[in-house]
């Protein structure tokens, strides 16, 4: 592993019967770069991602923040220690307001408990804080409006500013612009790009869009029937004979 990794798997691993997901992975990531994961579908891509971010539990490995060993900790411990998730559907409170559910996010991360009535004055730190993750995501103009009712667009928007509101160190992304419109993909893009150029965070990304991948990642890795294949510069990985097999399904894939 290297010594200035953020985050780090070693030999991470899942069963499910007699299926192997996630085979033996290890993978190291650095603060202030983007790291794509890519593969196939039925890779272990999002089943990665799971057990980095404790929606899972590994049948073997370690998962390490900092060099500190996260495996046995669960998703809401290692949200609070630093691992922050936007997953594949919009994860929200659909019937409280923008304004809310990004104001709750604050809250957690101050540890000021999750008291959905509590607000005006004694909250007013709060929601200030709130408003400006609003601005940075450009929701701030439908702060008050109910999340059921905002199109998919903006919920996928919110979510990013949920992320930011809990400032994790390490972010990741599951295919964050799944079901979004041509118009909507844009936003969400330049909301990575951005977080990205700030050169503070770790950032991971799942994303099935090559030309997205390309524009992102600073490294890609890939992965294959559960197995890591290939870990390196993106024109260099996406040029490699194993992903143009694995992933591109040019010829007759040699590799497992």
Not at 10 to 23: D, Y
Not at 137 to 158: E, I, N, W, Y
Not at 166 to 187: N, R
């Amino acid at each position: 592993m290297q010594g200035d990794a953020a985050l780090a798997t070693e030999g991470l691993t899942i069963r499910f019967g007699g299926h192997v997901a996630v085979n033996n992975v290890t993978c190291s990531f650095r603060p202030g770069t983007l790291t794509a994961i890519v593969g196939p579908n039925g890779a272990g891509k999002t089943t990665y991602f799971n057990l980095i971010s404790g929606q899972l539990r590994a049948s073997a490995g370690r998962v390490l923040l900092n060099g500190r060993d996260v495996t046995r900790e669960g998703a809401a411990a290692r949200t609070q220690a630093g691992i922050g998730r936007a997953f594949q559907l919009t994860n929200l409170f659909p019937e409280l307001s923008v304004r809310e559910n990004i104001r709750l996010a604050v809250q957690a991360r101050h540890r000021r408990g999750l008291n959905l009535l509590s607000m005006a004055e004694s909250h007013g730190d709060l929601i200030a804080e709130a408003d400006g993750y609003l601005e940075a995501v450009s929701m701030a103009h439908r702060a008050d409006a109910t999340v059921a009712l905002l199109p998919h667009g903006d919920q996928r928007k919110l979510e990013v500013g949920l992320l930011l509101a809990l400032e994790p160190e390490v972010m990741m992304f599951d295919e964050p612009t799944a079901g979004m419109s041509v118009d909507e993909v844009p936003v969400i893009l330049d909301l990575i790009a951005r977080i990205r150029a700030e050169g503070k965070r770790t950032v991971l990304l799942v994303e099935h869009k090559m030309d997205v991948v390309r524009s992102l990642a600073d490294r890609i890795v890939v992965l294959h029937n559960g197995y890591l294949v290939a870990d390196g510069d993106p024109a260099e990985v996406i040029a490699s004979p194993i992903v143009q097999e694995a992933y591109l399904g040019v010829g007759a894939s040699q590799h497992v």
